[in-house]
């Protein structure tokens, strides 16, 4: 089966989430359906930047490759070849992990 090419468009990106803790420090296991999603990812692709009301293209400020963090309730999920992932715009990313 051939693999999924996905480029987002304009100021959208595509996020990898990051896989949150199943147990806590305690050592008590969190069970996935009241686990919350996690709102740290790591950019997969970028859109070729916002589009102004005349017409100009900004680029993102993210790039792929940077950790980000994103609102709770931000994005769309999607799957694509078998991996979960979220489009989300770039407005809904608070800020980027500095490494």
């Known amino acids: 089966m051939a693999k999924v090419k996905f480029r987002p468009l304009h100021d959208?990106?595509?996020v990898r989430l990051?896989?949150?803790d199943e147990?806590?420090?305690?050592?008590?296991i969190i069970p996935?359906?009241?686990q919350e999603k996690p709102m740290e990812g790591e950019i997969v692709s970028t859109g070729s930047g916002h589009v102004n009301d005349n017409g100009d293209v900004r680029p993102l400020d993210v790039?792929?490759?940077?950790?980000v963090i994103f609102s709770k309730w931000a994005g769309t999920e999607v799957t694509i070849d078998g991996e979960?992932?979220?489009v989300m715009k770039e407005s809904d990313i608070i800020g980027v992990i500095a490494a």
């Open 12 to 14: 959208r990106v595509l």
């Open 18 to 20: 990051v896989e949150a």
């Open 23 to 28: 147990k806590t420090s305690g050592g008590i």
């Open 32 to 34: 996935d359906s009241v």
């Open 63 to 67: 790039k792929s490759g940077d950790k």
């Open 84 to 86: 979960e992932l979220m």
